[in-house]
């Protein structure tokens, strides 16, 4: 049990990451088509609630509220993903990735502080290119420690909204040559690309591999070249 904790905890991490880095900056603005900020908040629970199914439920309830404060209708338009944790004194508490807040008369302050009613929020801050990886450091600490927590066994280290949107993977080599050969064509793959990382991973059965993963700008049609 012990030899898959580190494989799961990475997997976890990896697709958290995965997730960020397809939805940061990648949600426009309908006029104007420039990317939304990306916000990070912290809520907490005045009251010592340790309940997390009950927490849960009382932050996807917020959320609602949260989202007809910010665009006045109904229906799930902001995107997210967030993660629990539980404090030193057992609360639940949930820091939190939006990805499409547009901007908001009167701040963003009076509209939490008018949808929150369990107690108090602080960190509302504004991530840039320059703090994203500090975030995702940051918060991949608190799902390490969730991971070896008793009270989030059997529990999503993180919670995504229904609309986040999921990064396109392709793993077959004929396909991934004939797609960067593609993409290559004109000199198109190096001005869309955000960033790339590669890596080598030890695999039971195949051996050591290397990886390359390329980021792409999804504000570039990338279907055509597929």
């Given at each position: 049990?012990?030899?898959?904790?580190?494989?799961?905890?990475?997997?976890?991490?990896?697709?958290?990451?995965?997730?960020?880095?397809?939805?940061?900056?990648?949600?426009?603005?309908?006029?104007?088509?420039?990317?939304?900020?990306?916000?990070?908040?912290?809520?907490?629970?005045?009251?010592?609630?340790?309940?997390?199914?009950?927490?849960?439920?009382?932050?996807?309830?917020?959320?609602?509220?949260?989202?007809?404060?910010?665009?006045?209708?109904?229906?799930?338009?902001?995107?997210?993903?967030?993660?629990?944790?539980?404090?030193?004194r057992?609360?639940?508490?949930?820091?939190?990735?939006?990805?499409?807040?547009?901007?908001?008369?009167?701040?963003?302050?009076?509209?939490?502080?008018?949808?929150?009613?369990?107690?108090t929020?602080?960190?509302?801050?504004?991530?840039?290119?320059?703090?994203?990886?500090?975030?995702?450091?940051?918060?991949?600490?608190?799902?390490?420690?969730?991971?070896?927590?008793?009270?989030?066994?059997?529990?999503?280290?993180?919670?995504?909204?229904?609309?986040?949107?999921?990064?396109?993977?392709?793993?077959?080599?004929?396909?991934?040559e004939?797609?960067?050969?593609?993409?290559?064509?004109?000199?198109?793959?190096?001005?869309?690309?955000?960033?790339?990382?590669?890596?080598?991973?030890?695999?039971?059965?195949?051996?050591?591999?290397?990886?390359?993963?390329?980021?792409?700008?999804?504000?570039?049609?990338?279907?055509?070249?597929?």
């Amino acid at each position: 049990m012990t030899d898959k904790i580190p494989t799961s905890l990475a997997q976890t991490r990896k697709n958290f990451v995965d997730l960020v880095n397809t939805n940061a900056w990648q949600w426009k603005k309908p006029k104007t088509k420039r990317p939304y900020p990306v916000f990070f908040i912290t809520l907490t629970f005045e009251k010592n609630v340790q309940d997390l199914t009950y927490a849960n439920k009382e932050f996807l309830k917020w959320i609602k509220k949260f989202n007809y404060a910010v665009y006045g209708k109904k229906g799930a338009r902001l995107c997210y993903l967030a993660v629990p944790q539980f404090q030193k004194r057992g609360a639940v508490h949930y820091h939190i990735l939006f990805f499409n807040i547009p901007y908001l008369k009167g701040g963003m302050y009076d509209k939490i502080e008018s949808t929150w009613k369990h107690g108090t929020f602080w960190n509302v801050e504004k991530v840039n290119e320059r703090t994203i990886e500090k975030t995702i450091n940051y918060l991949s600490r608190y799902m390490f420690k969730n991971f070896f927590d008793d009270r989030m066994f059997g529990r999503r280290r993180y919670m995504a909204s229904r609309n986040i949107k999921r990064p396109v993977v392709i793993r077959d080599d004929v396909e991934i040559e004939m797609f960067l050969m593609k993409t290559k064509r004109g000199g198109v793959l190096f001005p869309h690309v955000l960033h790339k990382e590669e890596f080598s991973v030890f695999s039971e059965f195949m051996g050591l591999l290397d990886v390359q993963e390329i980021y792409f700008d999804t504000r570039v049609c990338l279907t055509k070249y597929i």
